[in-house]
């Protein structure tokens, strides 16, 4: 049985596409694009729930904020605390953050500007969903385009944070090392991708969908399949 | 009709313009209709001055299915499928305001390529600005790219690519200037024609504000002192509402319920009632309360002649009005009908019960043509085309090339495609400063094709010698898509002069076309599309910009796989160059930056073997002999080497006696600017297959030296001297920073 996940589309998404293409004709698997507005009813009946990148309401007030409250946020909430696998991608990332699913608060990147290029996401921890196979201190090539994707928690939350391996990956130098120049926004600790304590909510500003075909990288890699392939063996082994 | 009326003194237009709307109407036009008048007369909807011109392009080729006229050009691209492409500037709004005159020129862009039923996949930009050290080009580059960026971003549309060029000339006149294109079904062709009366006309979108209340008669001036009072004609954008336009409107056309559709750019719902009534050969009639207006109290002709962003005009079959609002409710977009389409050949605006316009549509759309005068400009006097410069010595050709790569119009533009999303669509193969062109796949639409996509300007080289110049920049631009592996199909022009009530102005846009039209016709490359942006001059300075065509030539791979960028791969590889070099040095970044001079010949296209060379340089990748290609333009050799060796992070052995030239002189070999030249690099077992390519046609391939393993650029003289040895880390660091140190200042 392929996987079968939804991506919810909301009122300026721009990544639900490319999501459902890399899932879809790259993965194999079931994928529906739902409205908003109509995805609440149908979505217990999936495998995981997707919130794909862009500028929901346009990055209005601050991104991610006004999708975190819409009425699909809700449900979405009450699934991931039974512990339903929840994954956000940039936009999506920033709509968990806002809506409480994950800690910590994304702001405006340290250059001020809106950055795209391609980085190097070293594996934190293989216990989240979206990372279980891969290893851990593994470097994927994944590219990152937003404005506002600085991680940033204070001193007590990232305490928490890394003692109870919720940092998923972190950006680092060509070498895997963690400087400043590898980090790209200016995230605290180079922080890339978080989860949740139970794991299963994971969210990641760098787009997975947009590396996980030789063809659109500039180094021939797909690391960005290993998040997705992540997610099959998340489900294999139950 | 009782309305007021404007008298002939009052109203604004030439003589010859104003005797075809009496003679036509019998009668003083109301105060709306002189304003839709003067807006649908000025140069910028008319093309006056340009419409005598224009038609020295050539504009047939059996991929055509749309050609000039239409919203966006539209090519066959097999497979059931149309590529659709548009270039246009937004010169005016982007020097008073450039966050939203750059942004709002994508939106425009944007939806050109939509209303012809496209989904937009790419964009591509394109500056002109003053010298990169002054604050005020600083500022400018600032905000543009930050309006490109910030609305081509939240679209959702990712960048393909573009240019910029740093000229004094563009001190106040910024040149701004967007491009888009997209992929469709070619059934879903939908046209900008209103062809059954009774058909509902639908305004969806944005309200209707005093933003860009004639923004079209601005762009028709020269910029003054008081253009800052003109900021009301610079329009604001919401790229978060266009997204949702672009689904509603594509979803709209896949559901079938979609008879024409235009969008408002310039003239807003003047241009639309009026060209999809003229196209379809009928008539529309609207009622004008039905719009919704940001301001209470907004002056019909106001309401009629804004340009507020973010609206699109849908013509639909009465039983489909359910339908399609249903689409528009889906996405929560406000919509209003607003009238219908009629058989009477005029477009009747009503408003509170009477009728303020009632013009045949013609009148509108089809105004008289300016007859402007051409002579010889003087300064062209002045050029000396045989001056050289004195041939410098061997041991200061290092601090020639640090030069050169050190300039403005040589680093590298990193600071400015960062800040665009160049992935968003999982389209771009080849992607912003990896190769000429950006290449994008096509996997969406069912099919391993790809689009291969360039802008290219040269204004230096257009002023210099407009002919030539024009001519070349339509090689380069073909070269640019050959070089990754594409063939050149087609082209769309923006032609960026100064006032072309100047003589000597429009002598240089005559010949500038004229160029570009010879040297499209022996490249077989049809011209689908086009716009014209005249009136940049500073009036302050008394300064018009120079001649700055900017074109933008879309090519196609049967195999997006086959397509090649510019760095190159592994050592020990050869490096082939195609063609012969010619001592042609004018208007070359060599001349500009090294002598200061404006003098010497400008490169000239080789019309007789163009086409040839392309043809084989696409061949030869498509065949998989080359690891990688790079077309040589702006620096010449040396510049075309430097970017490979520096994209790759490998270094070059080059001799400077295996080159064909008809010149011994080592600078002239390292930084003419000769067309249809070409640097590729094969590996040792498919050197004889590439070089037996170019033999069959006796176009010139030669083997000038190998790429190295170490990081230095060396480049030896006719007697085997090295005369240039340069890291590849000296070189880079200035190239790479340099730009964003002007920008953000030095870390």
Redesign the interface.
Known sequence: MPMRVIVVQF??S??D??LV??MK?VMGWEVDLV?YKEAQKHLESYDAIFLPG??T????LRAGIIAAYTPVMDKVKELAKEGFPVFGICNGFQILVESGLLTGALIGND?L?????WTNLRVETTRSAATNVAKKGDIWKV?I?H?EGRYFLDEKGLKELNENDQVVWRYVSDDGKITAEGNPNGSIENIAGICNLEGNVVGLMP?P??AS?S??S?WGSDHGKLYFQSLENYFRRG | MTQETVLRDEINLTKEEKEVVYKTLNREPTIPEAAMLEVMNSEHCSYKSSRPVLPKLPTEGPRVICGPGEDAGVVDIGDGLALVFKLESHNHPSALDPFNGAATGIGGIIRDILCMGARPIGLLDSFRLGDLSDPHTKWLLKWVTKGVGDYGNCVGISNAGGDIEFDPSFQINCLINVGCFGVMRKDDLALSRATTPGDKLILLGGSTGRDGIGGASFASKNITEDSESDRGAVQIGDPYMKKLIIEATLEAIKAGVVEGLKDLGAAGVTCSISETADAGGTGTEIQLEKIRIREDDMEPWEILVSESQERMFFVVKPDNVKKISKIFDKYELPYEILGEVTDTGKCVVKYRDQTIVDLPAHLLTKPPAADRKATYPKYLNKLNQKWLPKEPKDNELNDICRKIMASDNMISREWVYRQYDTEVGLHSVVKSGQADAGVFRLSEFGTKKGIAVTFDGNSNQCYLDPYNGGAGIMMEACSNVAAVGAEPIAMTDCLNFGNPEHPQVFWTFEKVVEGLADAAKALGVPCVGGNVSFYNHDEVRDVAVKPSPVIFVAGLLDDVEKAVNNSFKSPEEFIILIGDTNTEIGGSEYTKVIHSSDDGQVPKVDFANAKNVLKKVVKAVNEGLVTSSHDISKGGLFVALTEMAMAGNLGFKVGLKRIPADTQRSDIKLFSETHGRFLMTAKQEDMDKLISIFAEDEIPASYIGSVTKEKKLIIENDENQVIVELSIEDIKHVWDTRMEEEMEGKK
């Not at chain 1, 309401?57 to 209005?60: E, F, I, N, Q, R």
């Open positions: 009122s300026g721009t990544c596409r490319d293409y890399a004709d409205w862009g500028f309401y346009g990055d209005h250059t500007r809106f950055s795209c290029k590219p385009a404005g787009h969908e947009r075909e063809i659109l500039p």
